[in-house]
């Protein structure tokens, strides 16, 4: 699998950044490692000490400003194919100088990577002559609107993790731990092709409850609810997540009906995506089942996050934003209940907004998972 993009992928990136830049009034971006580098140019470079930066002028070409030392850090980015001059220097060198002659003479109006250390940020701004603003509001809708290839690289995250979760059943097994079945999934998301596991939560019997519960000691026991929530980085890093819970043995009745309207809850908020519906919409049309059953106080967190890139990113569906979903945004939908020092249940699946409707990339049994014990 290619670690990126062909480099019209990025092209097209790069030109609508410079773009957006101009229409916020910029004088351009200015981007060190991290998931804008990343998105725009498909680098993979880390941050240290010397400065490596990528700057967008609103108008004119991109540059890459790069310590000497870590010249080869770009070769596996498009920086070669797309012909971006890059300007190295070595140790004496002042690169914050070469990043202003690529943009132009100070003060500048310039927005910078919500990543950048502050080790960069402050020589940055005393060469500007002005201290500079996020480049988040710039990027946010170029991040958040997947093209098709991010759609892709999306659906194939999300088959591998639903390949894992069929085979998660043969590690619940009574007097197991929950970093022994922990350890098996993640030997699984590495087989089924995915690059690493970002996150492994194995939340059983009362850790359940716990919504951020990762996994621990604690064996698991017969009649135990089981939360598994788990995914990471497919290449070219686009990242899966999905939750499935699963019950060792027959769940009480209790659990199985409580459990059925946490399934109309995930039903009835997949079912409302759509174009022009807001995102705070999503959210309400999952807790107001909750709600209505008198489950709503054991929902404690939003409904979904943006993903991509990043695990979590815009949008998030959480009441209170009003964004209209468009054509390509791309989240999760994982209602929950929690039931402190009992049990717990989630469903969450990655669905994404095409042109009339919905596209869930996640398409196992939303089914309360019994395992025979």
Known sequence: MSSRFDSTVYAHRLQAAAAAA????????????????????????????????LVIPASGAPTVVVPRLELAALKESAVPELGIEVRDWVDGQDPYALVLDALGAAPLDVAVTDAMPALHLIPLAREFGAIPVLATGVLRTLRMIKDPSEIDALRKAGAAIDRVHARVPEFLVPGRTEADVAADIEKAILAEGHSAAAFIIVGSGPHGADPHHEVSTRELQAGD?????????????????????????????????????????????????????????????????????????????????????????EPYIVAGNDLPLVPGMAFSVEPGIYFPGQWGARIEDIVIVTADGVEPVNTRPHELVVVPI
């Open 225 to 313: 609810i089981v939360v598994v929530d788990i995914g990471g980085p497919y290449e070219p890093g686009y990242n899966s997540d999905s939750t499935r819970t699963y019950s060792l043995g027959e769940p009480s009745a209790q659990v199985a009906q409580q459990y059925s309207l946490l399934q109309q809850a995930q039903r009835a908020a997949v079912a409302a995506v759509r174009p022009g519906v807001t995102a705070e919409q999503i959210d309400a049309a999952a807790r107001d089942v909750l709600v209505e059953a008198g489950l709503g106080e054991y929902f404690v967190h939003r409904t979904g996050h943006g993903i991509g890139l990043s695990v979590h990113e």
């Open 22 to 53: 101009g229409d916020a009034g910029l004088a351009g971006l200015v981007i060190t490692p991290g998931y804008d580098l990343r998105y725009l140019v498909g680098s993979r470079a880390e941050t240290f000490e010397r400065l490596t930066a």
